[in-house]
């Protein structure tokens, strides 16, 4: 009977999310569609598979994309003029909560790569140090959904990886994480760790020394900010995981040394220990083999 009720909960999510599908194409209020579609997607009810048919259905009605992004471009001028209010602040983020739905799907993944959607959001990445909030709030929501698209260990994963980066996801992601608030950096040393583990990721950091030069500079600025915005333990781990893919490559590029000498000594002097889960025993040994890989010389 439970799986049962299940199965008919999820039909008529499937159902509903159709519904809203259709209305974002047929509404004269398209703004209002987009809220009740907003509110649909993020009831904790909904399911990851009917998020994946829904995130399908959105892809492929007509003219869906071109509303979102008329939602998206509408703002340009009061985002760059920081003149951006809550409201349309909240526009823009429900608009983005339809992209990342639609990043739910493989397939539709690779068709908003394959659309350079990644382009209409890169503008509001242009941040400084005195971004008002509302803008920090877009500018969250914004690489969130960037951070959907980050999916490299599933299909077409390779071809996600490098279309990113041939979008120039790569300095962005550092820009967010030398300027945005610690929410913004958070997600954005995700997104970061996740390209540093791809072999892709690693050779394309490592392609050029100052390019690598630069990633190690900006996570080492993101520890020393830790001694006065004290990180959760899974931005912790993200930045450990940046450095470890670091560690293990460094040599091949030329920046051995200079890999060992700008890690943060907070990091191995177990300097934040207390923030550190206890059930979280992942941190202490990664922790571990980032030293054991700096003790490490690389051959002569």
């Given amino acids: 009977m439970e799986m049962k009720g299940a199965f008919l909960r999820e039909e008529e999510d499937r159902r509903v999310g159709l519904r809203w599908s259709r209305a974002t194409v047929h509404s004269d209020n398209g703004e209002e569609v987009l809220i009740q579609l907003n509110n649909f997607i ?18 492929n009605s007509p003219v869906t994309v071109t509303i979102l992004l008329q939602e998206v471009i509408a703002v340009y001028p009061n985002f760059l003029n920081s003149t951006l209010t809550m409201k349309e602040s909240a526009r823009i983020s429900n608009a983005l909560i339809v992209f990342q739905c639609m990043a739910y799907h493989p397939e539709a993944r690779m068709w908003l790569l394959k659309a350079n959607i990644p382009y209409y959001l890169y503008p509001f990445f242009q941040i400084s140090t005195n971004v008002m909030k509302p803008l920090q709030f877009s500018i969250l929501s914004l690489i969130a959904a960037l951070a959907e698209l980050v999916q490299f260990d599933e299909q077409y994963g390779q071809d996600t990886l490098l279309s990113l980066l041939d979008t120039q996801v790569f300095p962005l992601c550092l820009h967010c994480i030398r300027y945005g608030d610690q929410p913004i950096r958070k997600v954005a040393t995700l997104i970061l760790m996740k390209i540093l583990m791809q072999e892709n990721g690693i050779k394309y950091c490592c392609a050029l020394p100052s390019r690598c030069l630069s990633v190690i500079q900006v ?3 993101l520890v020393d900010t830790f001694a006065s915005e004290i990180p959760c333990s899974q931005q912790l781990k993200y930045v450990v995981q940046c450095y470890l ?20 000594l907070q990091l191995i002097e177990n300097t934040f220990h207390n923030i550190i889960d206890q059930k979280d025993a992942e941190i202490p040994k990664m922790l571990n083999q980032l030293v054991r890989n700096l003790n490490h010389r690389p051959p002569q």
């Fill in 42 to 59: 993020m009831q904790q009810a909904i399911s990851e598979v009917i998020c994946m048919d829904l995130g399908f259905q959105l892809w």
């Fill in 219 to 221: 996570l080492h600025q």
């Fill in 245 to 264: 893919s670091l560690s293990r490559v460094a040599w091949a590029g030329g920046v051995y040394e200079r890999v060992r000498e700008m890690v943060p």
